[in-house]
């Protein structure tokens, strides 16, 4: 079984601050990689897939990197909306979740 | 609209079953891949079942084997979980997914449900 480890768990940040979250897999899953938001009380939503391709109506603040077995999603300028926590997901071999990293604030 | 609406959920005895139904409306479902994830009280997501297209292929996490089943009707763009055999750490927040994005083999979850609370306590 291929494990998602993603830290931090929890992530103080202010607006305007760049934000970097790290995904890792436990073995190489090329590019299946998506990064998810989840707000309190509601359902995930998909911001990035295949690593790096952001899905329509995402903000163009947020961004995915990497490869492998490691990958990154960066929030270039903190919204008040993007206080939330987020999930990398691998679909290589069946699907896996990280442990999710709370976005705060600071 | 595509939107997916999970129903079913509620209180049930350790030992006991329960079914989770999901409609789907907005896109063609018999043309997608269908997923079950759940979210246990106050932790992160975790893949229970999916189901290919026509129903002929399944996978489960090894936790629900032989507990679960998933099934569908795209007659009426359905797609199903039957529990059995329930046990207090699968009391969650069950949602239904499409696996709809990205990928070649396999997708990642592009359009999900709201959720329905299953309780498994005595």
């Known amino acids: 079984d291929i494990q998602m480890t993603q830290s931090p768990s929890t992530l103080s940040a202010s607006v305007g601050d760049r934000v970097t979250i790290t995904c890792r897999a436990s073995q190489s899953i090329s590019s299946w990689l998506a990064w998810y938001q989840q707000k309190p009380g509601k359902a995930p939503k998909v911001l990035i897939y295949?690593?790096?391709t952001l899905d329509s109506g995402v903000p163009s603040r947020f961004s995915g990197s990497g490869s492998g077995t490691e990958f990154t999603l960066t929030i270039s300028s903190l919204q008040p909306d993007d206080f939330a926590t987020y999930y990398c997901q691998q679909y290589n071999s069946y699907w896996t979740f990280g442990q999710g990293t709370k976005v705060e604030i600071k | 609209e595509v939107q997916l609406v999970e129903s079913g959920g509620g209180l049930v005895q350790p030992g006991g079953s329960l079914r989770l139904s999901c409609a789907a409306s907005g896109f063609t479902f018999s043309n997608y891949w269908m997923s079950w994830v759940r979210q246990a009280p106050g932790k992160g997501l975790e893949w229970v079942a999916n189901?290919?297209?026509?129903?002929?292929?399944?996978y489960y996490v090894d936790s629900v084997k032989g507990r679960f089943t998933i099934t569908r009707d795209n007659a009426k763009n359905s797609l199903y979980l039957q529990m059995k055999s329930l046990r207090g750490e699968d009391t969650a927040v069950y949602y239904c997914?499409?696996?709809?994005?990205?990928?070649?083999?396999?997708?990642?979850?592009?359009?999900w449900g709201q959720g329905t609370m299953v309780t498994v306590s005595s």
């Open positions: 997914a499409r696996d709809g994005i990205g990928g070649i083999t396999l997708h990642a979850f592009d359009i």
């Open positions: 295949d690593a790096s």
């Open positions: 189901i290919k297209k026509d129903g002929s292929e399944k």
